[in-house]
Nanobody, 125 residues
Framework: QVQLVESGGGSVQAGGSLRLSCAASGYTYSSNCMGWFRQAPGKEREGLAAIYLGGAGILYADSVKGRFTISQDSAKNTLYLQMNSLKIEDTAMYYC??????????????????WGQGTQVTVSS
């Protein structure tokens, strides 16, 4: 089992920045792929970014490419999502997830095994 706890959410004005963190514990060695997702009220969950083996492979959704950066500190078992140039439409609950996949399947559409409880991000004008 892998436990994931997100933090760093909050309220920010449009154009601002936030950095989300996801602390992993448990059998973290079993997970070689991690991702960030979000879900806004009334909308489907959206995959934002995925990272394989601490950075050997990184993918982004078009909606956040160039604005968000996923990274991982393996020594701290922590995943990050740096979010810049935030827009009102980025308002959502943000979740991190973990799983074990071959590198070509470590994408934002993978069926991750473990999920955090989420952290709320609210962007206002």
């Amino acid at each position: 089992q892998v436990q994931l706890v997100e933090s760093g959410g909050g309220s920010v004005q449009a154009g601002g920045s936030l950095r989300l963190s996801c602390a992993a514990s448990g059998y973290t060695y079993s997970s070689n792929c991690m991702g960030w997702f979000r879900q806004a009220p009334g909308k489907e969950r959206e995959g934002l970014a995925a990272i394989y083996l601490g950075g050997a492979g990184i993918l982004y959704a078009d909606s956040v490419k160039g604005r968000f950066t996923i990274s991982q500190d393996s020594a701290k078992n922590t995943l990050y999502l740096q979010m810049n140039s935030l827009k009102i439409e980025d308002t959502a609950m943000y979740y991190c997830a973990a799983g074990s996949y071959l590198p070509q399947y470590c994408t934002t559409t993978a069926r991750f095994d473990y999920w955090g409880q989420g952290t709320q991000v609210t962007v206002s004008s």
